[in-house]
């Protein structure tokens, strides 16, 4: 089998030869550092050397983690010292991050919008759905995809994620009190922007084979936003559309999302949602759990302790053992860490860590 077949079987729980070769969501920079140090070499990627196979994306300006605003804020530095940089980002968003060569997220500072002045002159100047430079050239597409033998997606910044990206946190929560109109006036934008977007993309380009919703809206131990707003001001947009996606012809709907959002799950999925990844163990979101609970409704994605790799040896064999066996055999599982490869993990337990999960998915992945 094709790494595209085996995804697309995987995801509707049906046998494969072996698993989609997934491990993980991507590596921090200061991991590849450190593994060149320990013998990786130069000029490759962690995906190439590990030859996972590709998760590619459809070259489209959809947005994931940003919103997909088509002219970019303009990148601005704004204050610089020995230790760090304040800069506005091309999502108009203002940090202030690291600059000593140590690596760490980035404090949020100001975000773009405080009014809905501030809404609608972003809206009219950066994010129409139709601006030509948000599509590239569809034949060249054509050519570079049709004959592909791994999984194209499409990415979009999610119905939590937008307005987030907006306000932030603290601010979004204050909006969704003091001027709920404000964040439905976003959310039917929100609705419209990507069924127009999506309407376009599958006219010229039909057989994608999974779409990404990013909302990144939960902490260690629930999620940032209740079950009743997100019923209130989240799934009357997101199960209309889910329902077009599905309409074009996708039919994998993979949620993305840190943190524990357990209490949430049962929304998601009942507006149509059939993916989940990464089930970050940290905050307590156990694959097995989530599999006991929703059965084949969801297919799981990661949920494999990235504390337990870096660890190695019988710490990591252990975590690896009591997952991945038996939600290969139950099907519907990619198995890898929940999220990207910290600088903690040593090339050489990353390593084990793979052959292990590879040696598992020829015995059990069939």
């Known amino acids: 089998m094709t790494a595209r077949e085996r995804f697309r079987r995987q995801m509707r729980f049906e046998r494969v030869d072996r698993p989609v070769r997934w491990e993980t ?9 450190r593994w060149q140090r320990e013998g990786m070499p130069e000029g490759i990627n962690g995906e190439d ?9 459809l070259p489209v300006s959809t947005g994931l983690t940003q919103i997909p605003y088509d002219p970019p804020f303009v ?30 997220m980035p404090q949020w500072l100001r975000f773009p919008v405080h009014s809905r002045t501030d809404w609608e002159k972003i809206r009219q100047e950066r994010l129409d759905p139709d601006t030509p430079t948000r599509y590239p050239d569809w034949a060249e597409m054509h050519r570079k995809f049709d004959d592909r033998t791994y999984p194209l997606g499409l990415t979009l910044c999610g119905a939590y994620g937008t307005p987030r990206n907006c306000f932030g ?5 204050y909006v ?12 039917r934008w929100w609705l419209d922007f990507y069924r127009r977007m999506i309407t376009r993309i599958t006219a010229n380009f039909p057989g994608l084979d999974f779409v990404i919703l990013w909302e990144d809206m939960a902490h260690k131990t629930g999620p940032l936003i209740s079950p009743e707003f997100v019923k209130r001001f989240m799934m009357p947009y997101y199960a209309p559309l889910i329902d077009h996606i599905r309409s074009c012809g996708i039919d994998v709907i993979w949620l993305d999302t840190d943190g524990n959002s357990e209490v949430l799950l049962d929304l998601f999925l009942g507006a149509g949602v059939n993916a989940i990844c990464p089930f970050e163990i940290a905050a307590g979101m156990e694959p097995q759990a989530t599999r006991r609970r929703y059965g084949h409704r969801v297919a799981i994605l990661g949920g494999i302790d990235k504390r337990a790799v870096a660890a190695g040896g019988d710490v990591m064999r252990r975590e690896v053992m009591r997952k991945v066996p038996a939600l290969l055999q139950d099907g519907g599982y990619v198995p ?3 999220h990207a490869t910290p600088p903690d993990t040593s090339l050489a337990d990353h390593r084990a860590f793979v052959d292990l999960v590879r040696e598992l998915g020829e015995k059990y992945g069939g």
């Open 25 to 33: 969501l991507g590596f921090w920079g200061q991991t590849i550092a």
């Open 49 to 57: 050397y590990f030859e996972m196979d590709p998760r590619v994306y």
């Open 75 to 104: 990148h601005e530095e704004l204050e610089r010292t020995e230790r760090h940089v304040i800069f506005r980002g091309s999502d108009g968003i203002v940090r202030k991050q690291r600059c000593d060569g140590g690596e760490s």
């Open 169 to 173: 946190e603290a601010g979004l929560a």
């Open 176 to 187: 969704y009190y003091d001027d709920p109109g404000f964040v439905h006036e976003i959310m």
């Open 336 to 338: 890898g860490i929940d």
